[in-house]
């Protein structure tokens, strides 16, 4: 099972900030990695799938970067609906594993 | 629109059983790959098990394998999962969601909760 780490579990940022998430796969996953937003009360949606691609309808600020074992997301110019919870998830093999998520609050 | 819609959730005892629905709509049911995700109060997201759009193929996460059964019927857009011997370890709220174009999901279900207590 490839396991997935998150770092920071906490990242407090001010609004108009850069926050930086990092996820670390304990193999290779290739670039078979997602990286999903999701709101107290709401399921997760899609922001980057294949490392690096932005689903539909998300926004520019959102970028994701890495291959092989060592991912990032970077959110530019944080709005405040950007404060939430965000996972990153390998489906490069079975079983499908997610991180444990970093939380993005208002510093 | 895209709907997933799950219902069958509740409060079960341990050791008990409880069959889960996903009702999907607005889209090509039978020629997407669907799965079952979890979220236990307060935690992070855990997969669950996954199915191919015919109901061939079948995954399961090593935590429910043996216990829970996925399936689909693609005449009624609905996907399933049976699961049994339920322990406390099993609360949570699973949501159903659309695989695009490899395992990971694009549409989401608003979830359903599982409570297992006695």
């Known amino acids: 099972e490839i396991v997935m780490t998150q770092s920071p579990a906490t990242l407090s940022v001010s609004p108009g900030e850069t926050a930086t998430l990092s996820c670390r796969a304990s193999?290779?996953?290739?670039?078979?990695l997602a990286w999903y937003q999701q709101k107290p009360g709401q399921a997760p949606r899609v922001l980057i799938y294949?490392?690096?691609t932005r689903a539909t309808g998300i926004p520019a600020r959102f970028s994701g970067s890495g291959s092989g074992t060592e991912f990032t997301l970077t959110i530019s110019s944080l709005q405040s609906e950007d404060f939430a919870v965000y996972y990153c998830?390998?489906?490069?093999?079975?079983?499908?594993?997610f991180g444990p998520g970093t939380k993005v609050d208002i510093k | 629109e895209v709907q997933l819609v799950e219902s069958g959730g509740g409060l079960v005892q341990p050791g008990g059983s409880l069959r889960l629905s996903c009702a999907a709509s607005?889209?090509?049911?039978?020629?997407?790959?669907m799965t079952w995700v979890r979220q236990a109060p307060g935690k992070g997201l855990e997969w669950v098990s996954g199915?191919?759009?015919?109901?061939?193929?079948?995954y399961y996460a090593d935590s429910v394998k043996g216990r829970f059964t996925i399936s689909r019927d693609n005449s009624k857009n609905t996907l399933y999962v049976r699961m049994n011997s339920l322990t406390a370890e099993d609360t949570a709220v699973f949501y159903c969601?659309?695989?695009?174009?490899?395992?990971?999901?694009?549409?989401w279900g608003q979830g359903t909760l599982v409570t297992v207590s006695s």
């Open positions: 969601a659309r695989a695009m174009g490899g395992w990971l999901f694009d549409y």
């Open positions: 607005g889209f090509t049911f039978s020629t997407s790959d």
């Open positions: 199915i191919s759009a015919s109901g061939r193929s079948t």
């Open positions: 193999q290779s996953g290739s670039s078979n």
């Open positions: 294949g490392a690096s």
């Open positions: 998830q390998q489906y490069n093999n079975w079983p499908l594993t």
